[in-house]
């Protein structure tokens, strides 16, 4: 991927943005769990990093944002560059002392009409942002502000909460977590979920039907060697 500028200092090239409004909210139908299933429970973020407010579910694409430690002078610059539906991934390369956001940047952003904002770092203006109700997802706050120098990259691989997030990758982020799924691997990772999705739904009728311990667990100690024979006592749950 190309960019204008100069390492340190760039503007990544624009990603194509997904035209059917469907896929997110499949995403959202899936939910978190699922599609970190489907990954084989990969690329799911820190789960330090938490929504600001309860019951907020986003689906979008990233918006990819790389800043040096305790400094958002790139931040100002991607409010211009922002549009409807992203997700505003930001990568503070591991600030822990100091916001990056507050209730004036967070406005604007929500202007542009974005999904939510993702920061791997800190945000201050709490109580304004709640009120709000942006749907912002954070690791800390403070109400410590750092610099307005740089450096600082937007639209290039950046790292956030411990997952590599490129330009244009899905993410789906609630109350459980946030998933990052490449943009290559939709269609598989999304078929992936719903079918843990449908897997959870059969299991959650057979407890209501009654069976309460499943039967692949006695198999499971049986080959460990816990239990031997069809062991009526550990099976009493399944009938």
Do not use: W
Not at 39 to 53: A, G, H, V, Y
Not at 62 to 70: D, G, I, P, Y
Not at 95 to 109: D, R, V
Request: with cysteine.
């Amino acid at each position: 991927m190309g960019y204008v500028g100069k390492v340190g200092f760039c503007i990544g090239e624009d990603f194509k943005r997904e035209t059917d409004p469907k896929i997110f909210e499949r995403m959202k139908r899936i939910g978190t769990p699922a599609l970190s299933d489907g990954m084989n429970r990969f690329n799911t973020l820190d789960p330090e990093i938490k929504p600001i407010i309860n019951g907020c579910c986003i689906a979008g694409q990233a918006f990819t944002l790389r800043l040096r430690a305790a400094d958002n002078l790139m931040l100002h610059k991607s409010l211009g560059l922002l549009k409807k539906g992203d997700v505003l991934m930001v990568d503070t390369c591991g600030c822990k002392n100091y916001s990056i956001l507050g209730e004036l940047i967070a406005t604007a952003a929500f202007k542009q009409e974005i999904a939510g904002i993702v920061i791997d770092g800190g945000i201050r203006d709490i109580c304004e942002l709640r009120e709000a109700g942006f749907p912002v997802f954070t690791r800390f706050i403070t109400p410590a502000v750092g610099d307005k120098d740089g450096p600082g990259e937007i639209n290039r691989l950046i790292s956030c909460g411990g997952v590599p997030v490129a330009p244009g990758d899905y993410v789906l982020a609630d109350d459980n977590g946030i998933v990052v799924v490449p943009k290559d691997l939709l269609n598989e990772v999304l078929a992936a979920g719903e079918k843990k999705r449908e897997s959870d739904q059969k299991r959650m009728e057979e407890i209501e039907a009654g069976v309460i311990v499943k039967p692949v667990t006695d198999e499971i100690l049986r080959k460990k060697g816990i239990i031997t024979g069809n062991s009526k006592k550990g099976e009493e749950g399944q009938k």
